[in-house]
């Protein structure tokens, strides 16, 4: 059965418009992430929420604020904090995972077989390009190697979430 071209260009249509919020989003959640000190911590996706919230024309008021938040729903806060979250190094050809409210930095290859590109050498590279070496174990003898993945823990200070 053969959609109609009207329903057609409608579906693309809506699909397109998903595409382009989804990039739009993106886009912006990378675009500010660094703007809330201090970086890779709860309070700084705590403001980059009441900003956005702020933004949408809501009030810094906390009924407003929860209001915007159910608004989001889980999935769309699902998504922004992973963006807000992680960072890819190509250069380094490595991905990192850094929310605080998880026990351990991941850091994994981005393609394939990391096993030219997950060195300790290459790990500690990452985390001072993204500002995290002082803020998780320095100590290699505490970092985790999975299959394709190094776990390394927060310093006790900055996993209190």
Known sequence: MRKEPDVMKKTNHLD?????????????????????????TIDSWAKFLIWLSLN???????????????????????RMRKIFFERTM??????????????????MPVQGDGEDVLTAIACREALLTAGLLERV???????????????????????SC
């Open 137 to 159: 174990s320095e100590d290699s003898q505490t970092w985790t190697l999975h299959d394709q993945l190094i776990s390394i823990p927060w310093n006790s200070s900055e996993s």
């Open 16 to 40: 397109i418009q998903a595409k382009l919020f989804d990039f739009a989003l993106s886009e912006l959640v990378r675009g500010q992430r660094n703007s809330f000190a201090p970086i890779w």
């Open 90 to 107: 190509e250069d380094l050809g490595l991905h990192l995972i850094a929310d605080p409210a998880e026990s351990n930095v991941l850091i």
């Open 56 to 78: 949408c024309g809501l009030s810094g008021e906390r009924d407003s604020l929860e209001n915007f938040a159910d608004a989001l729903g889980r999935p769309l806060t699902i």
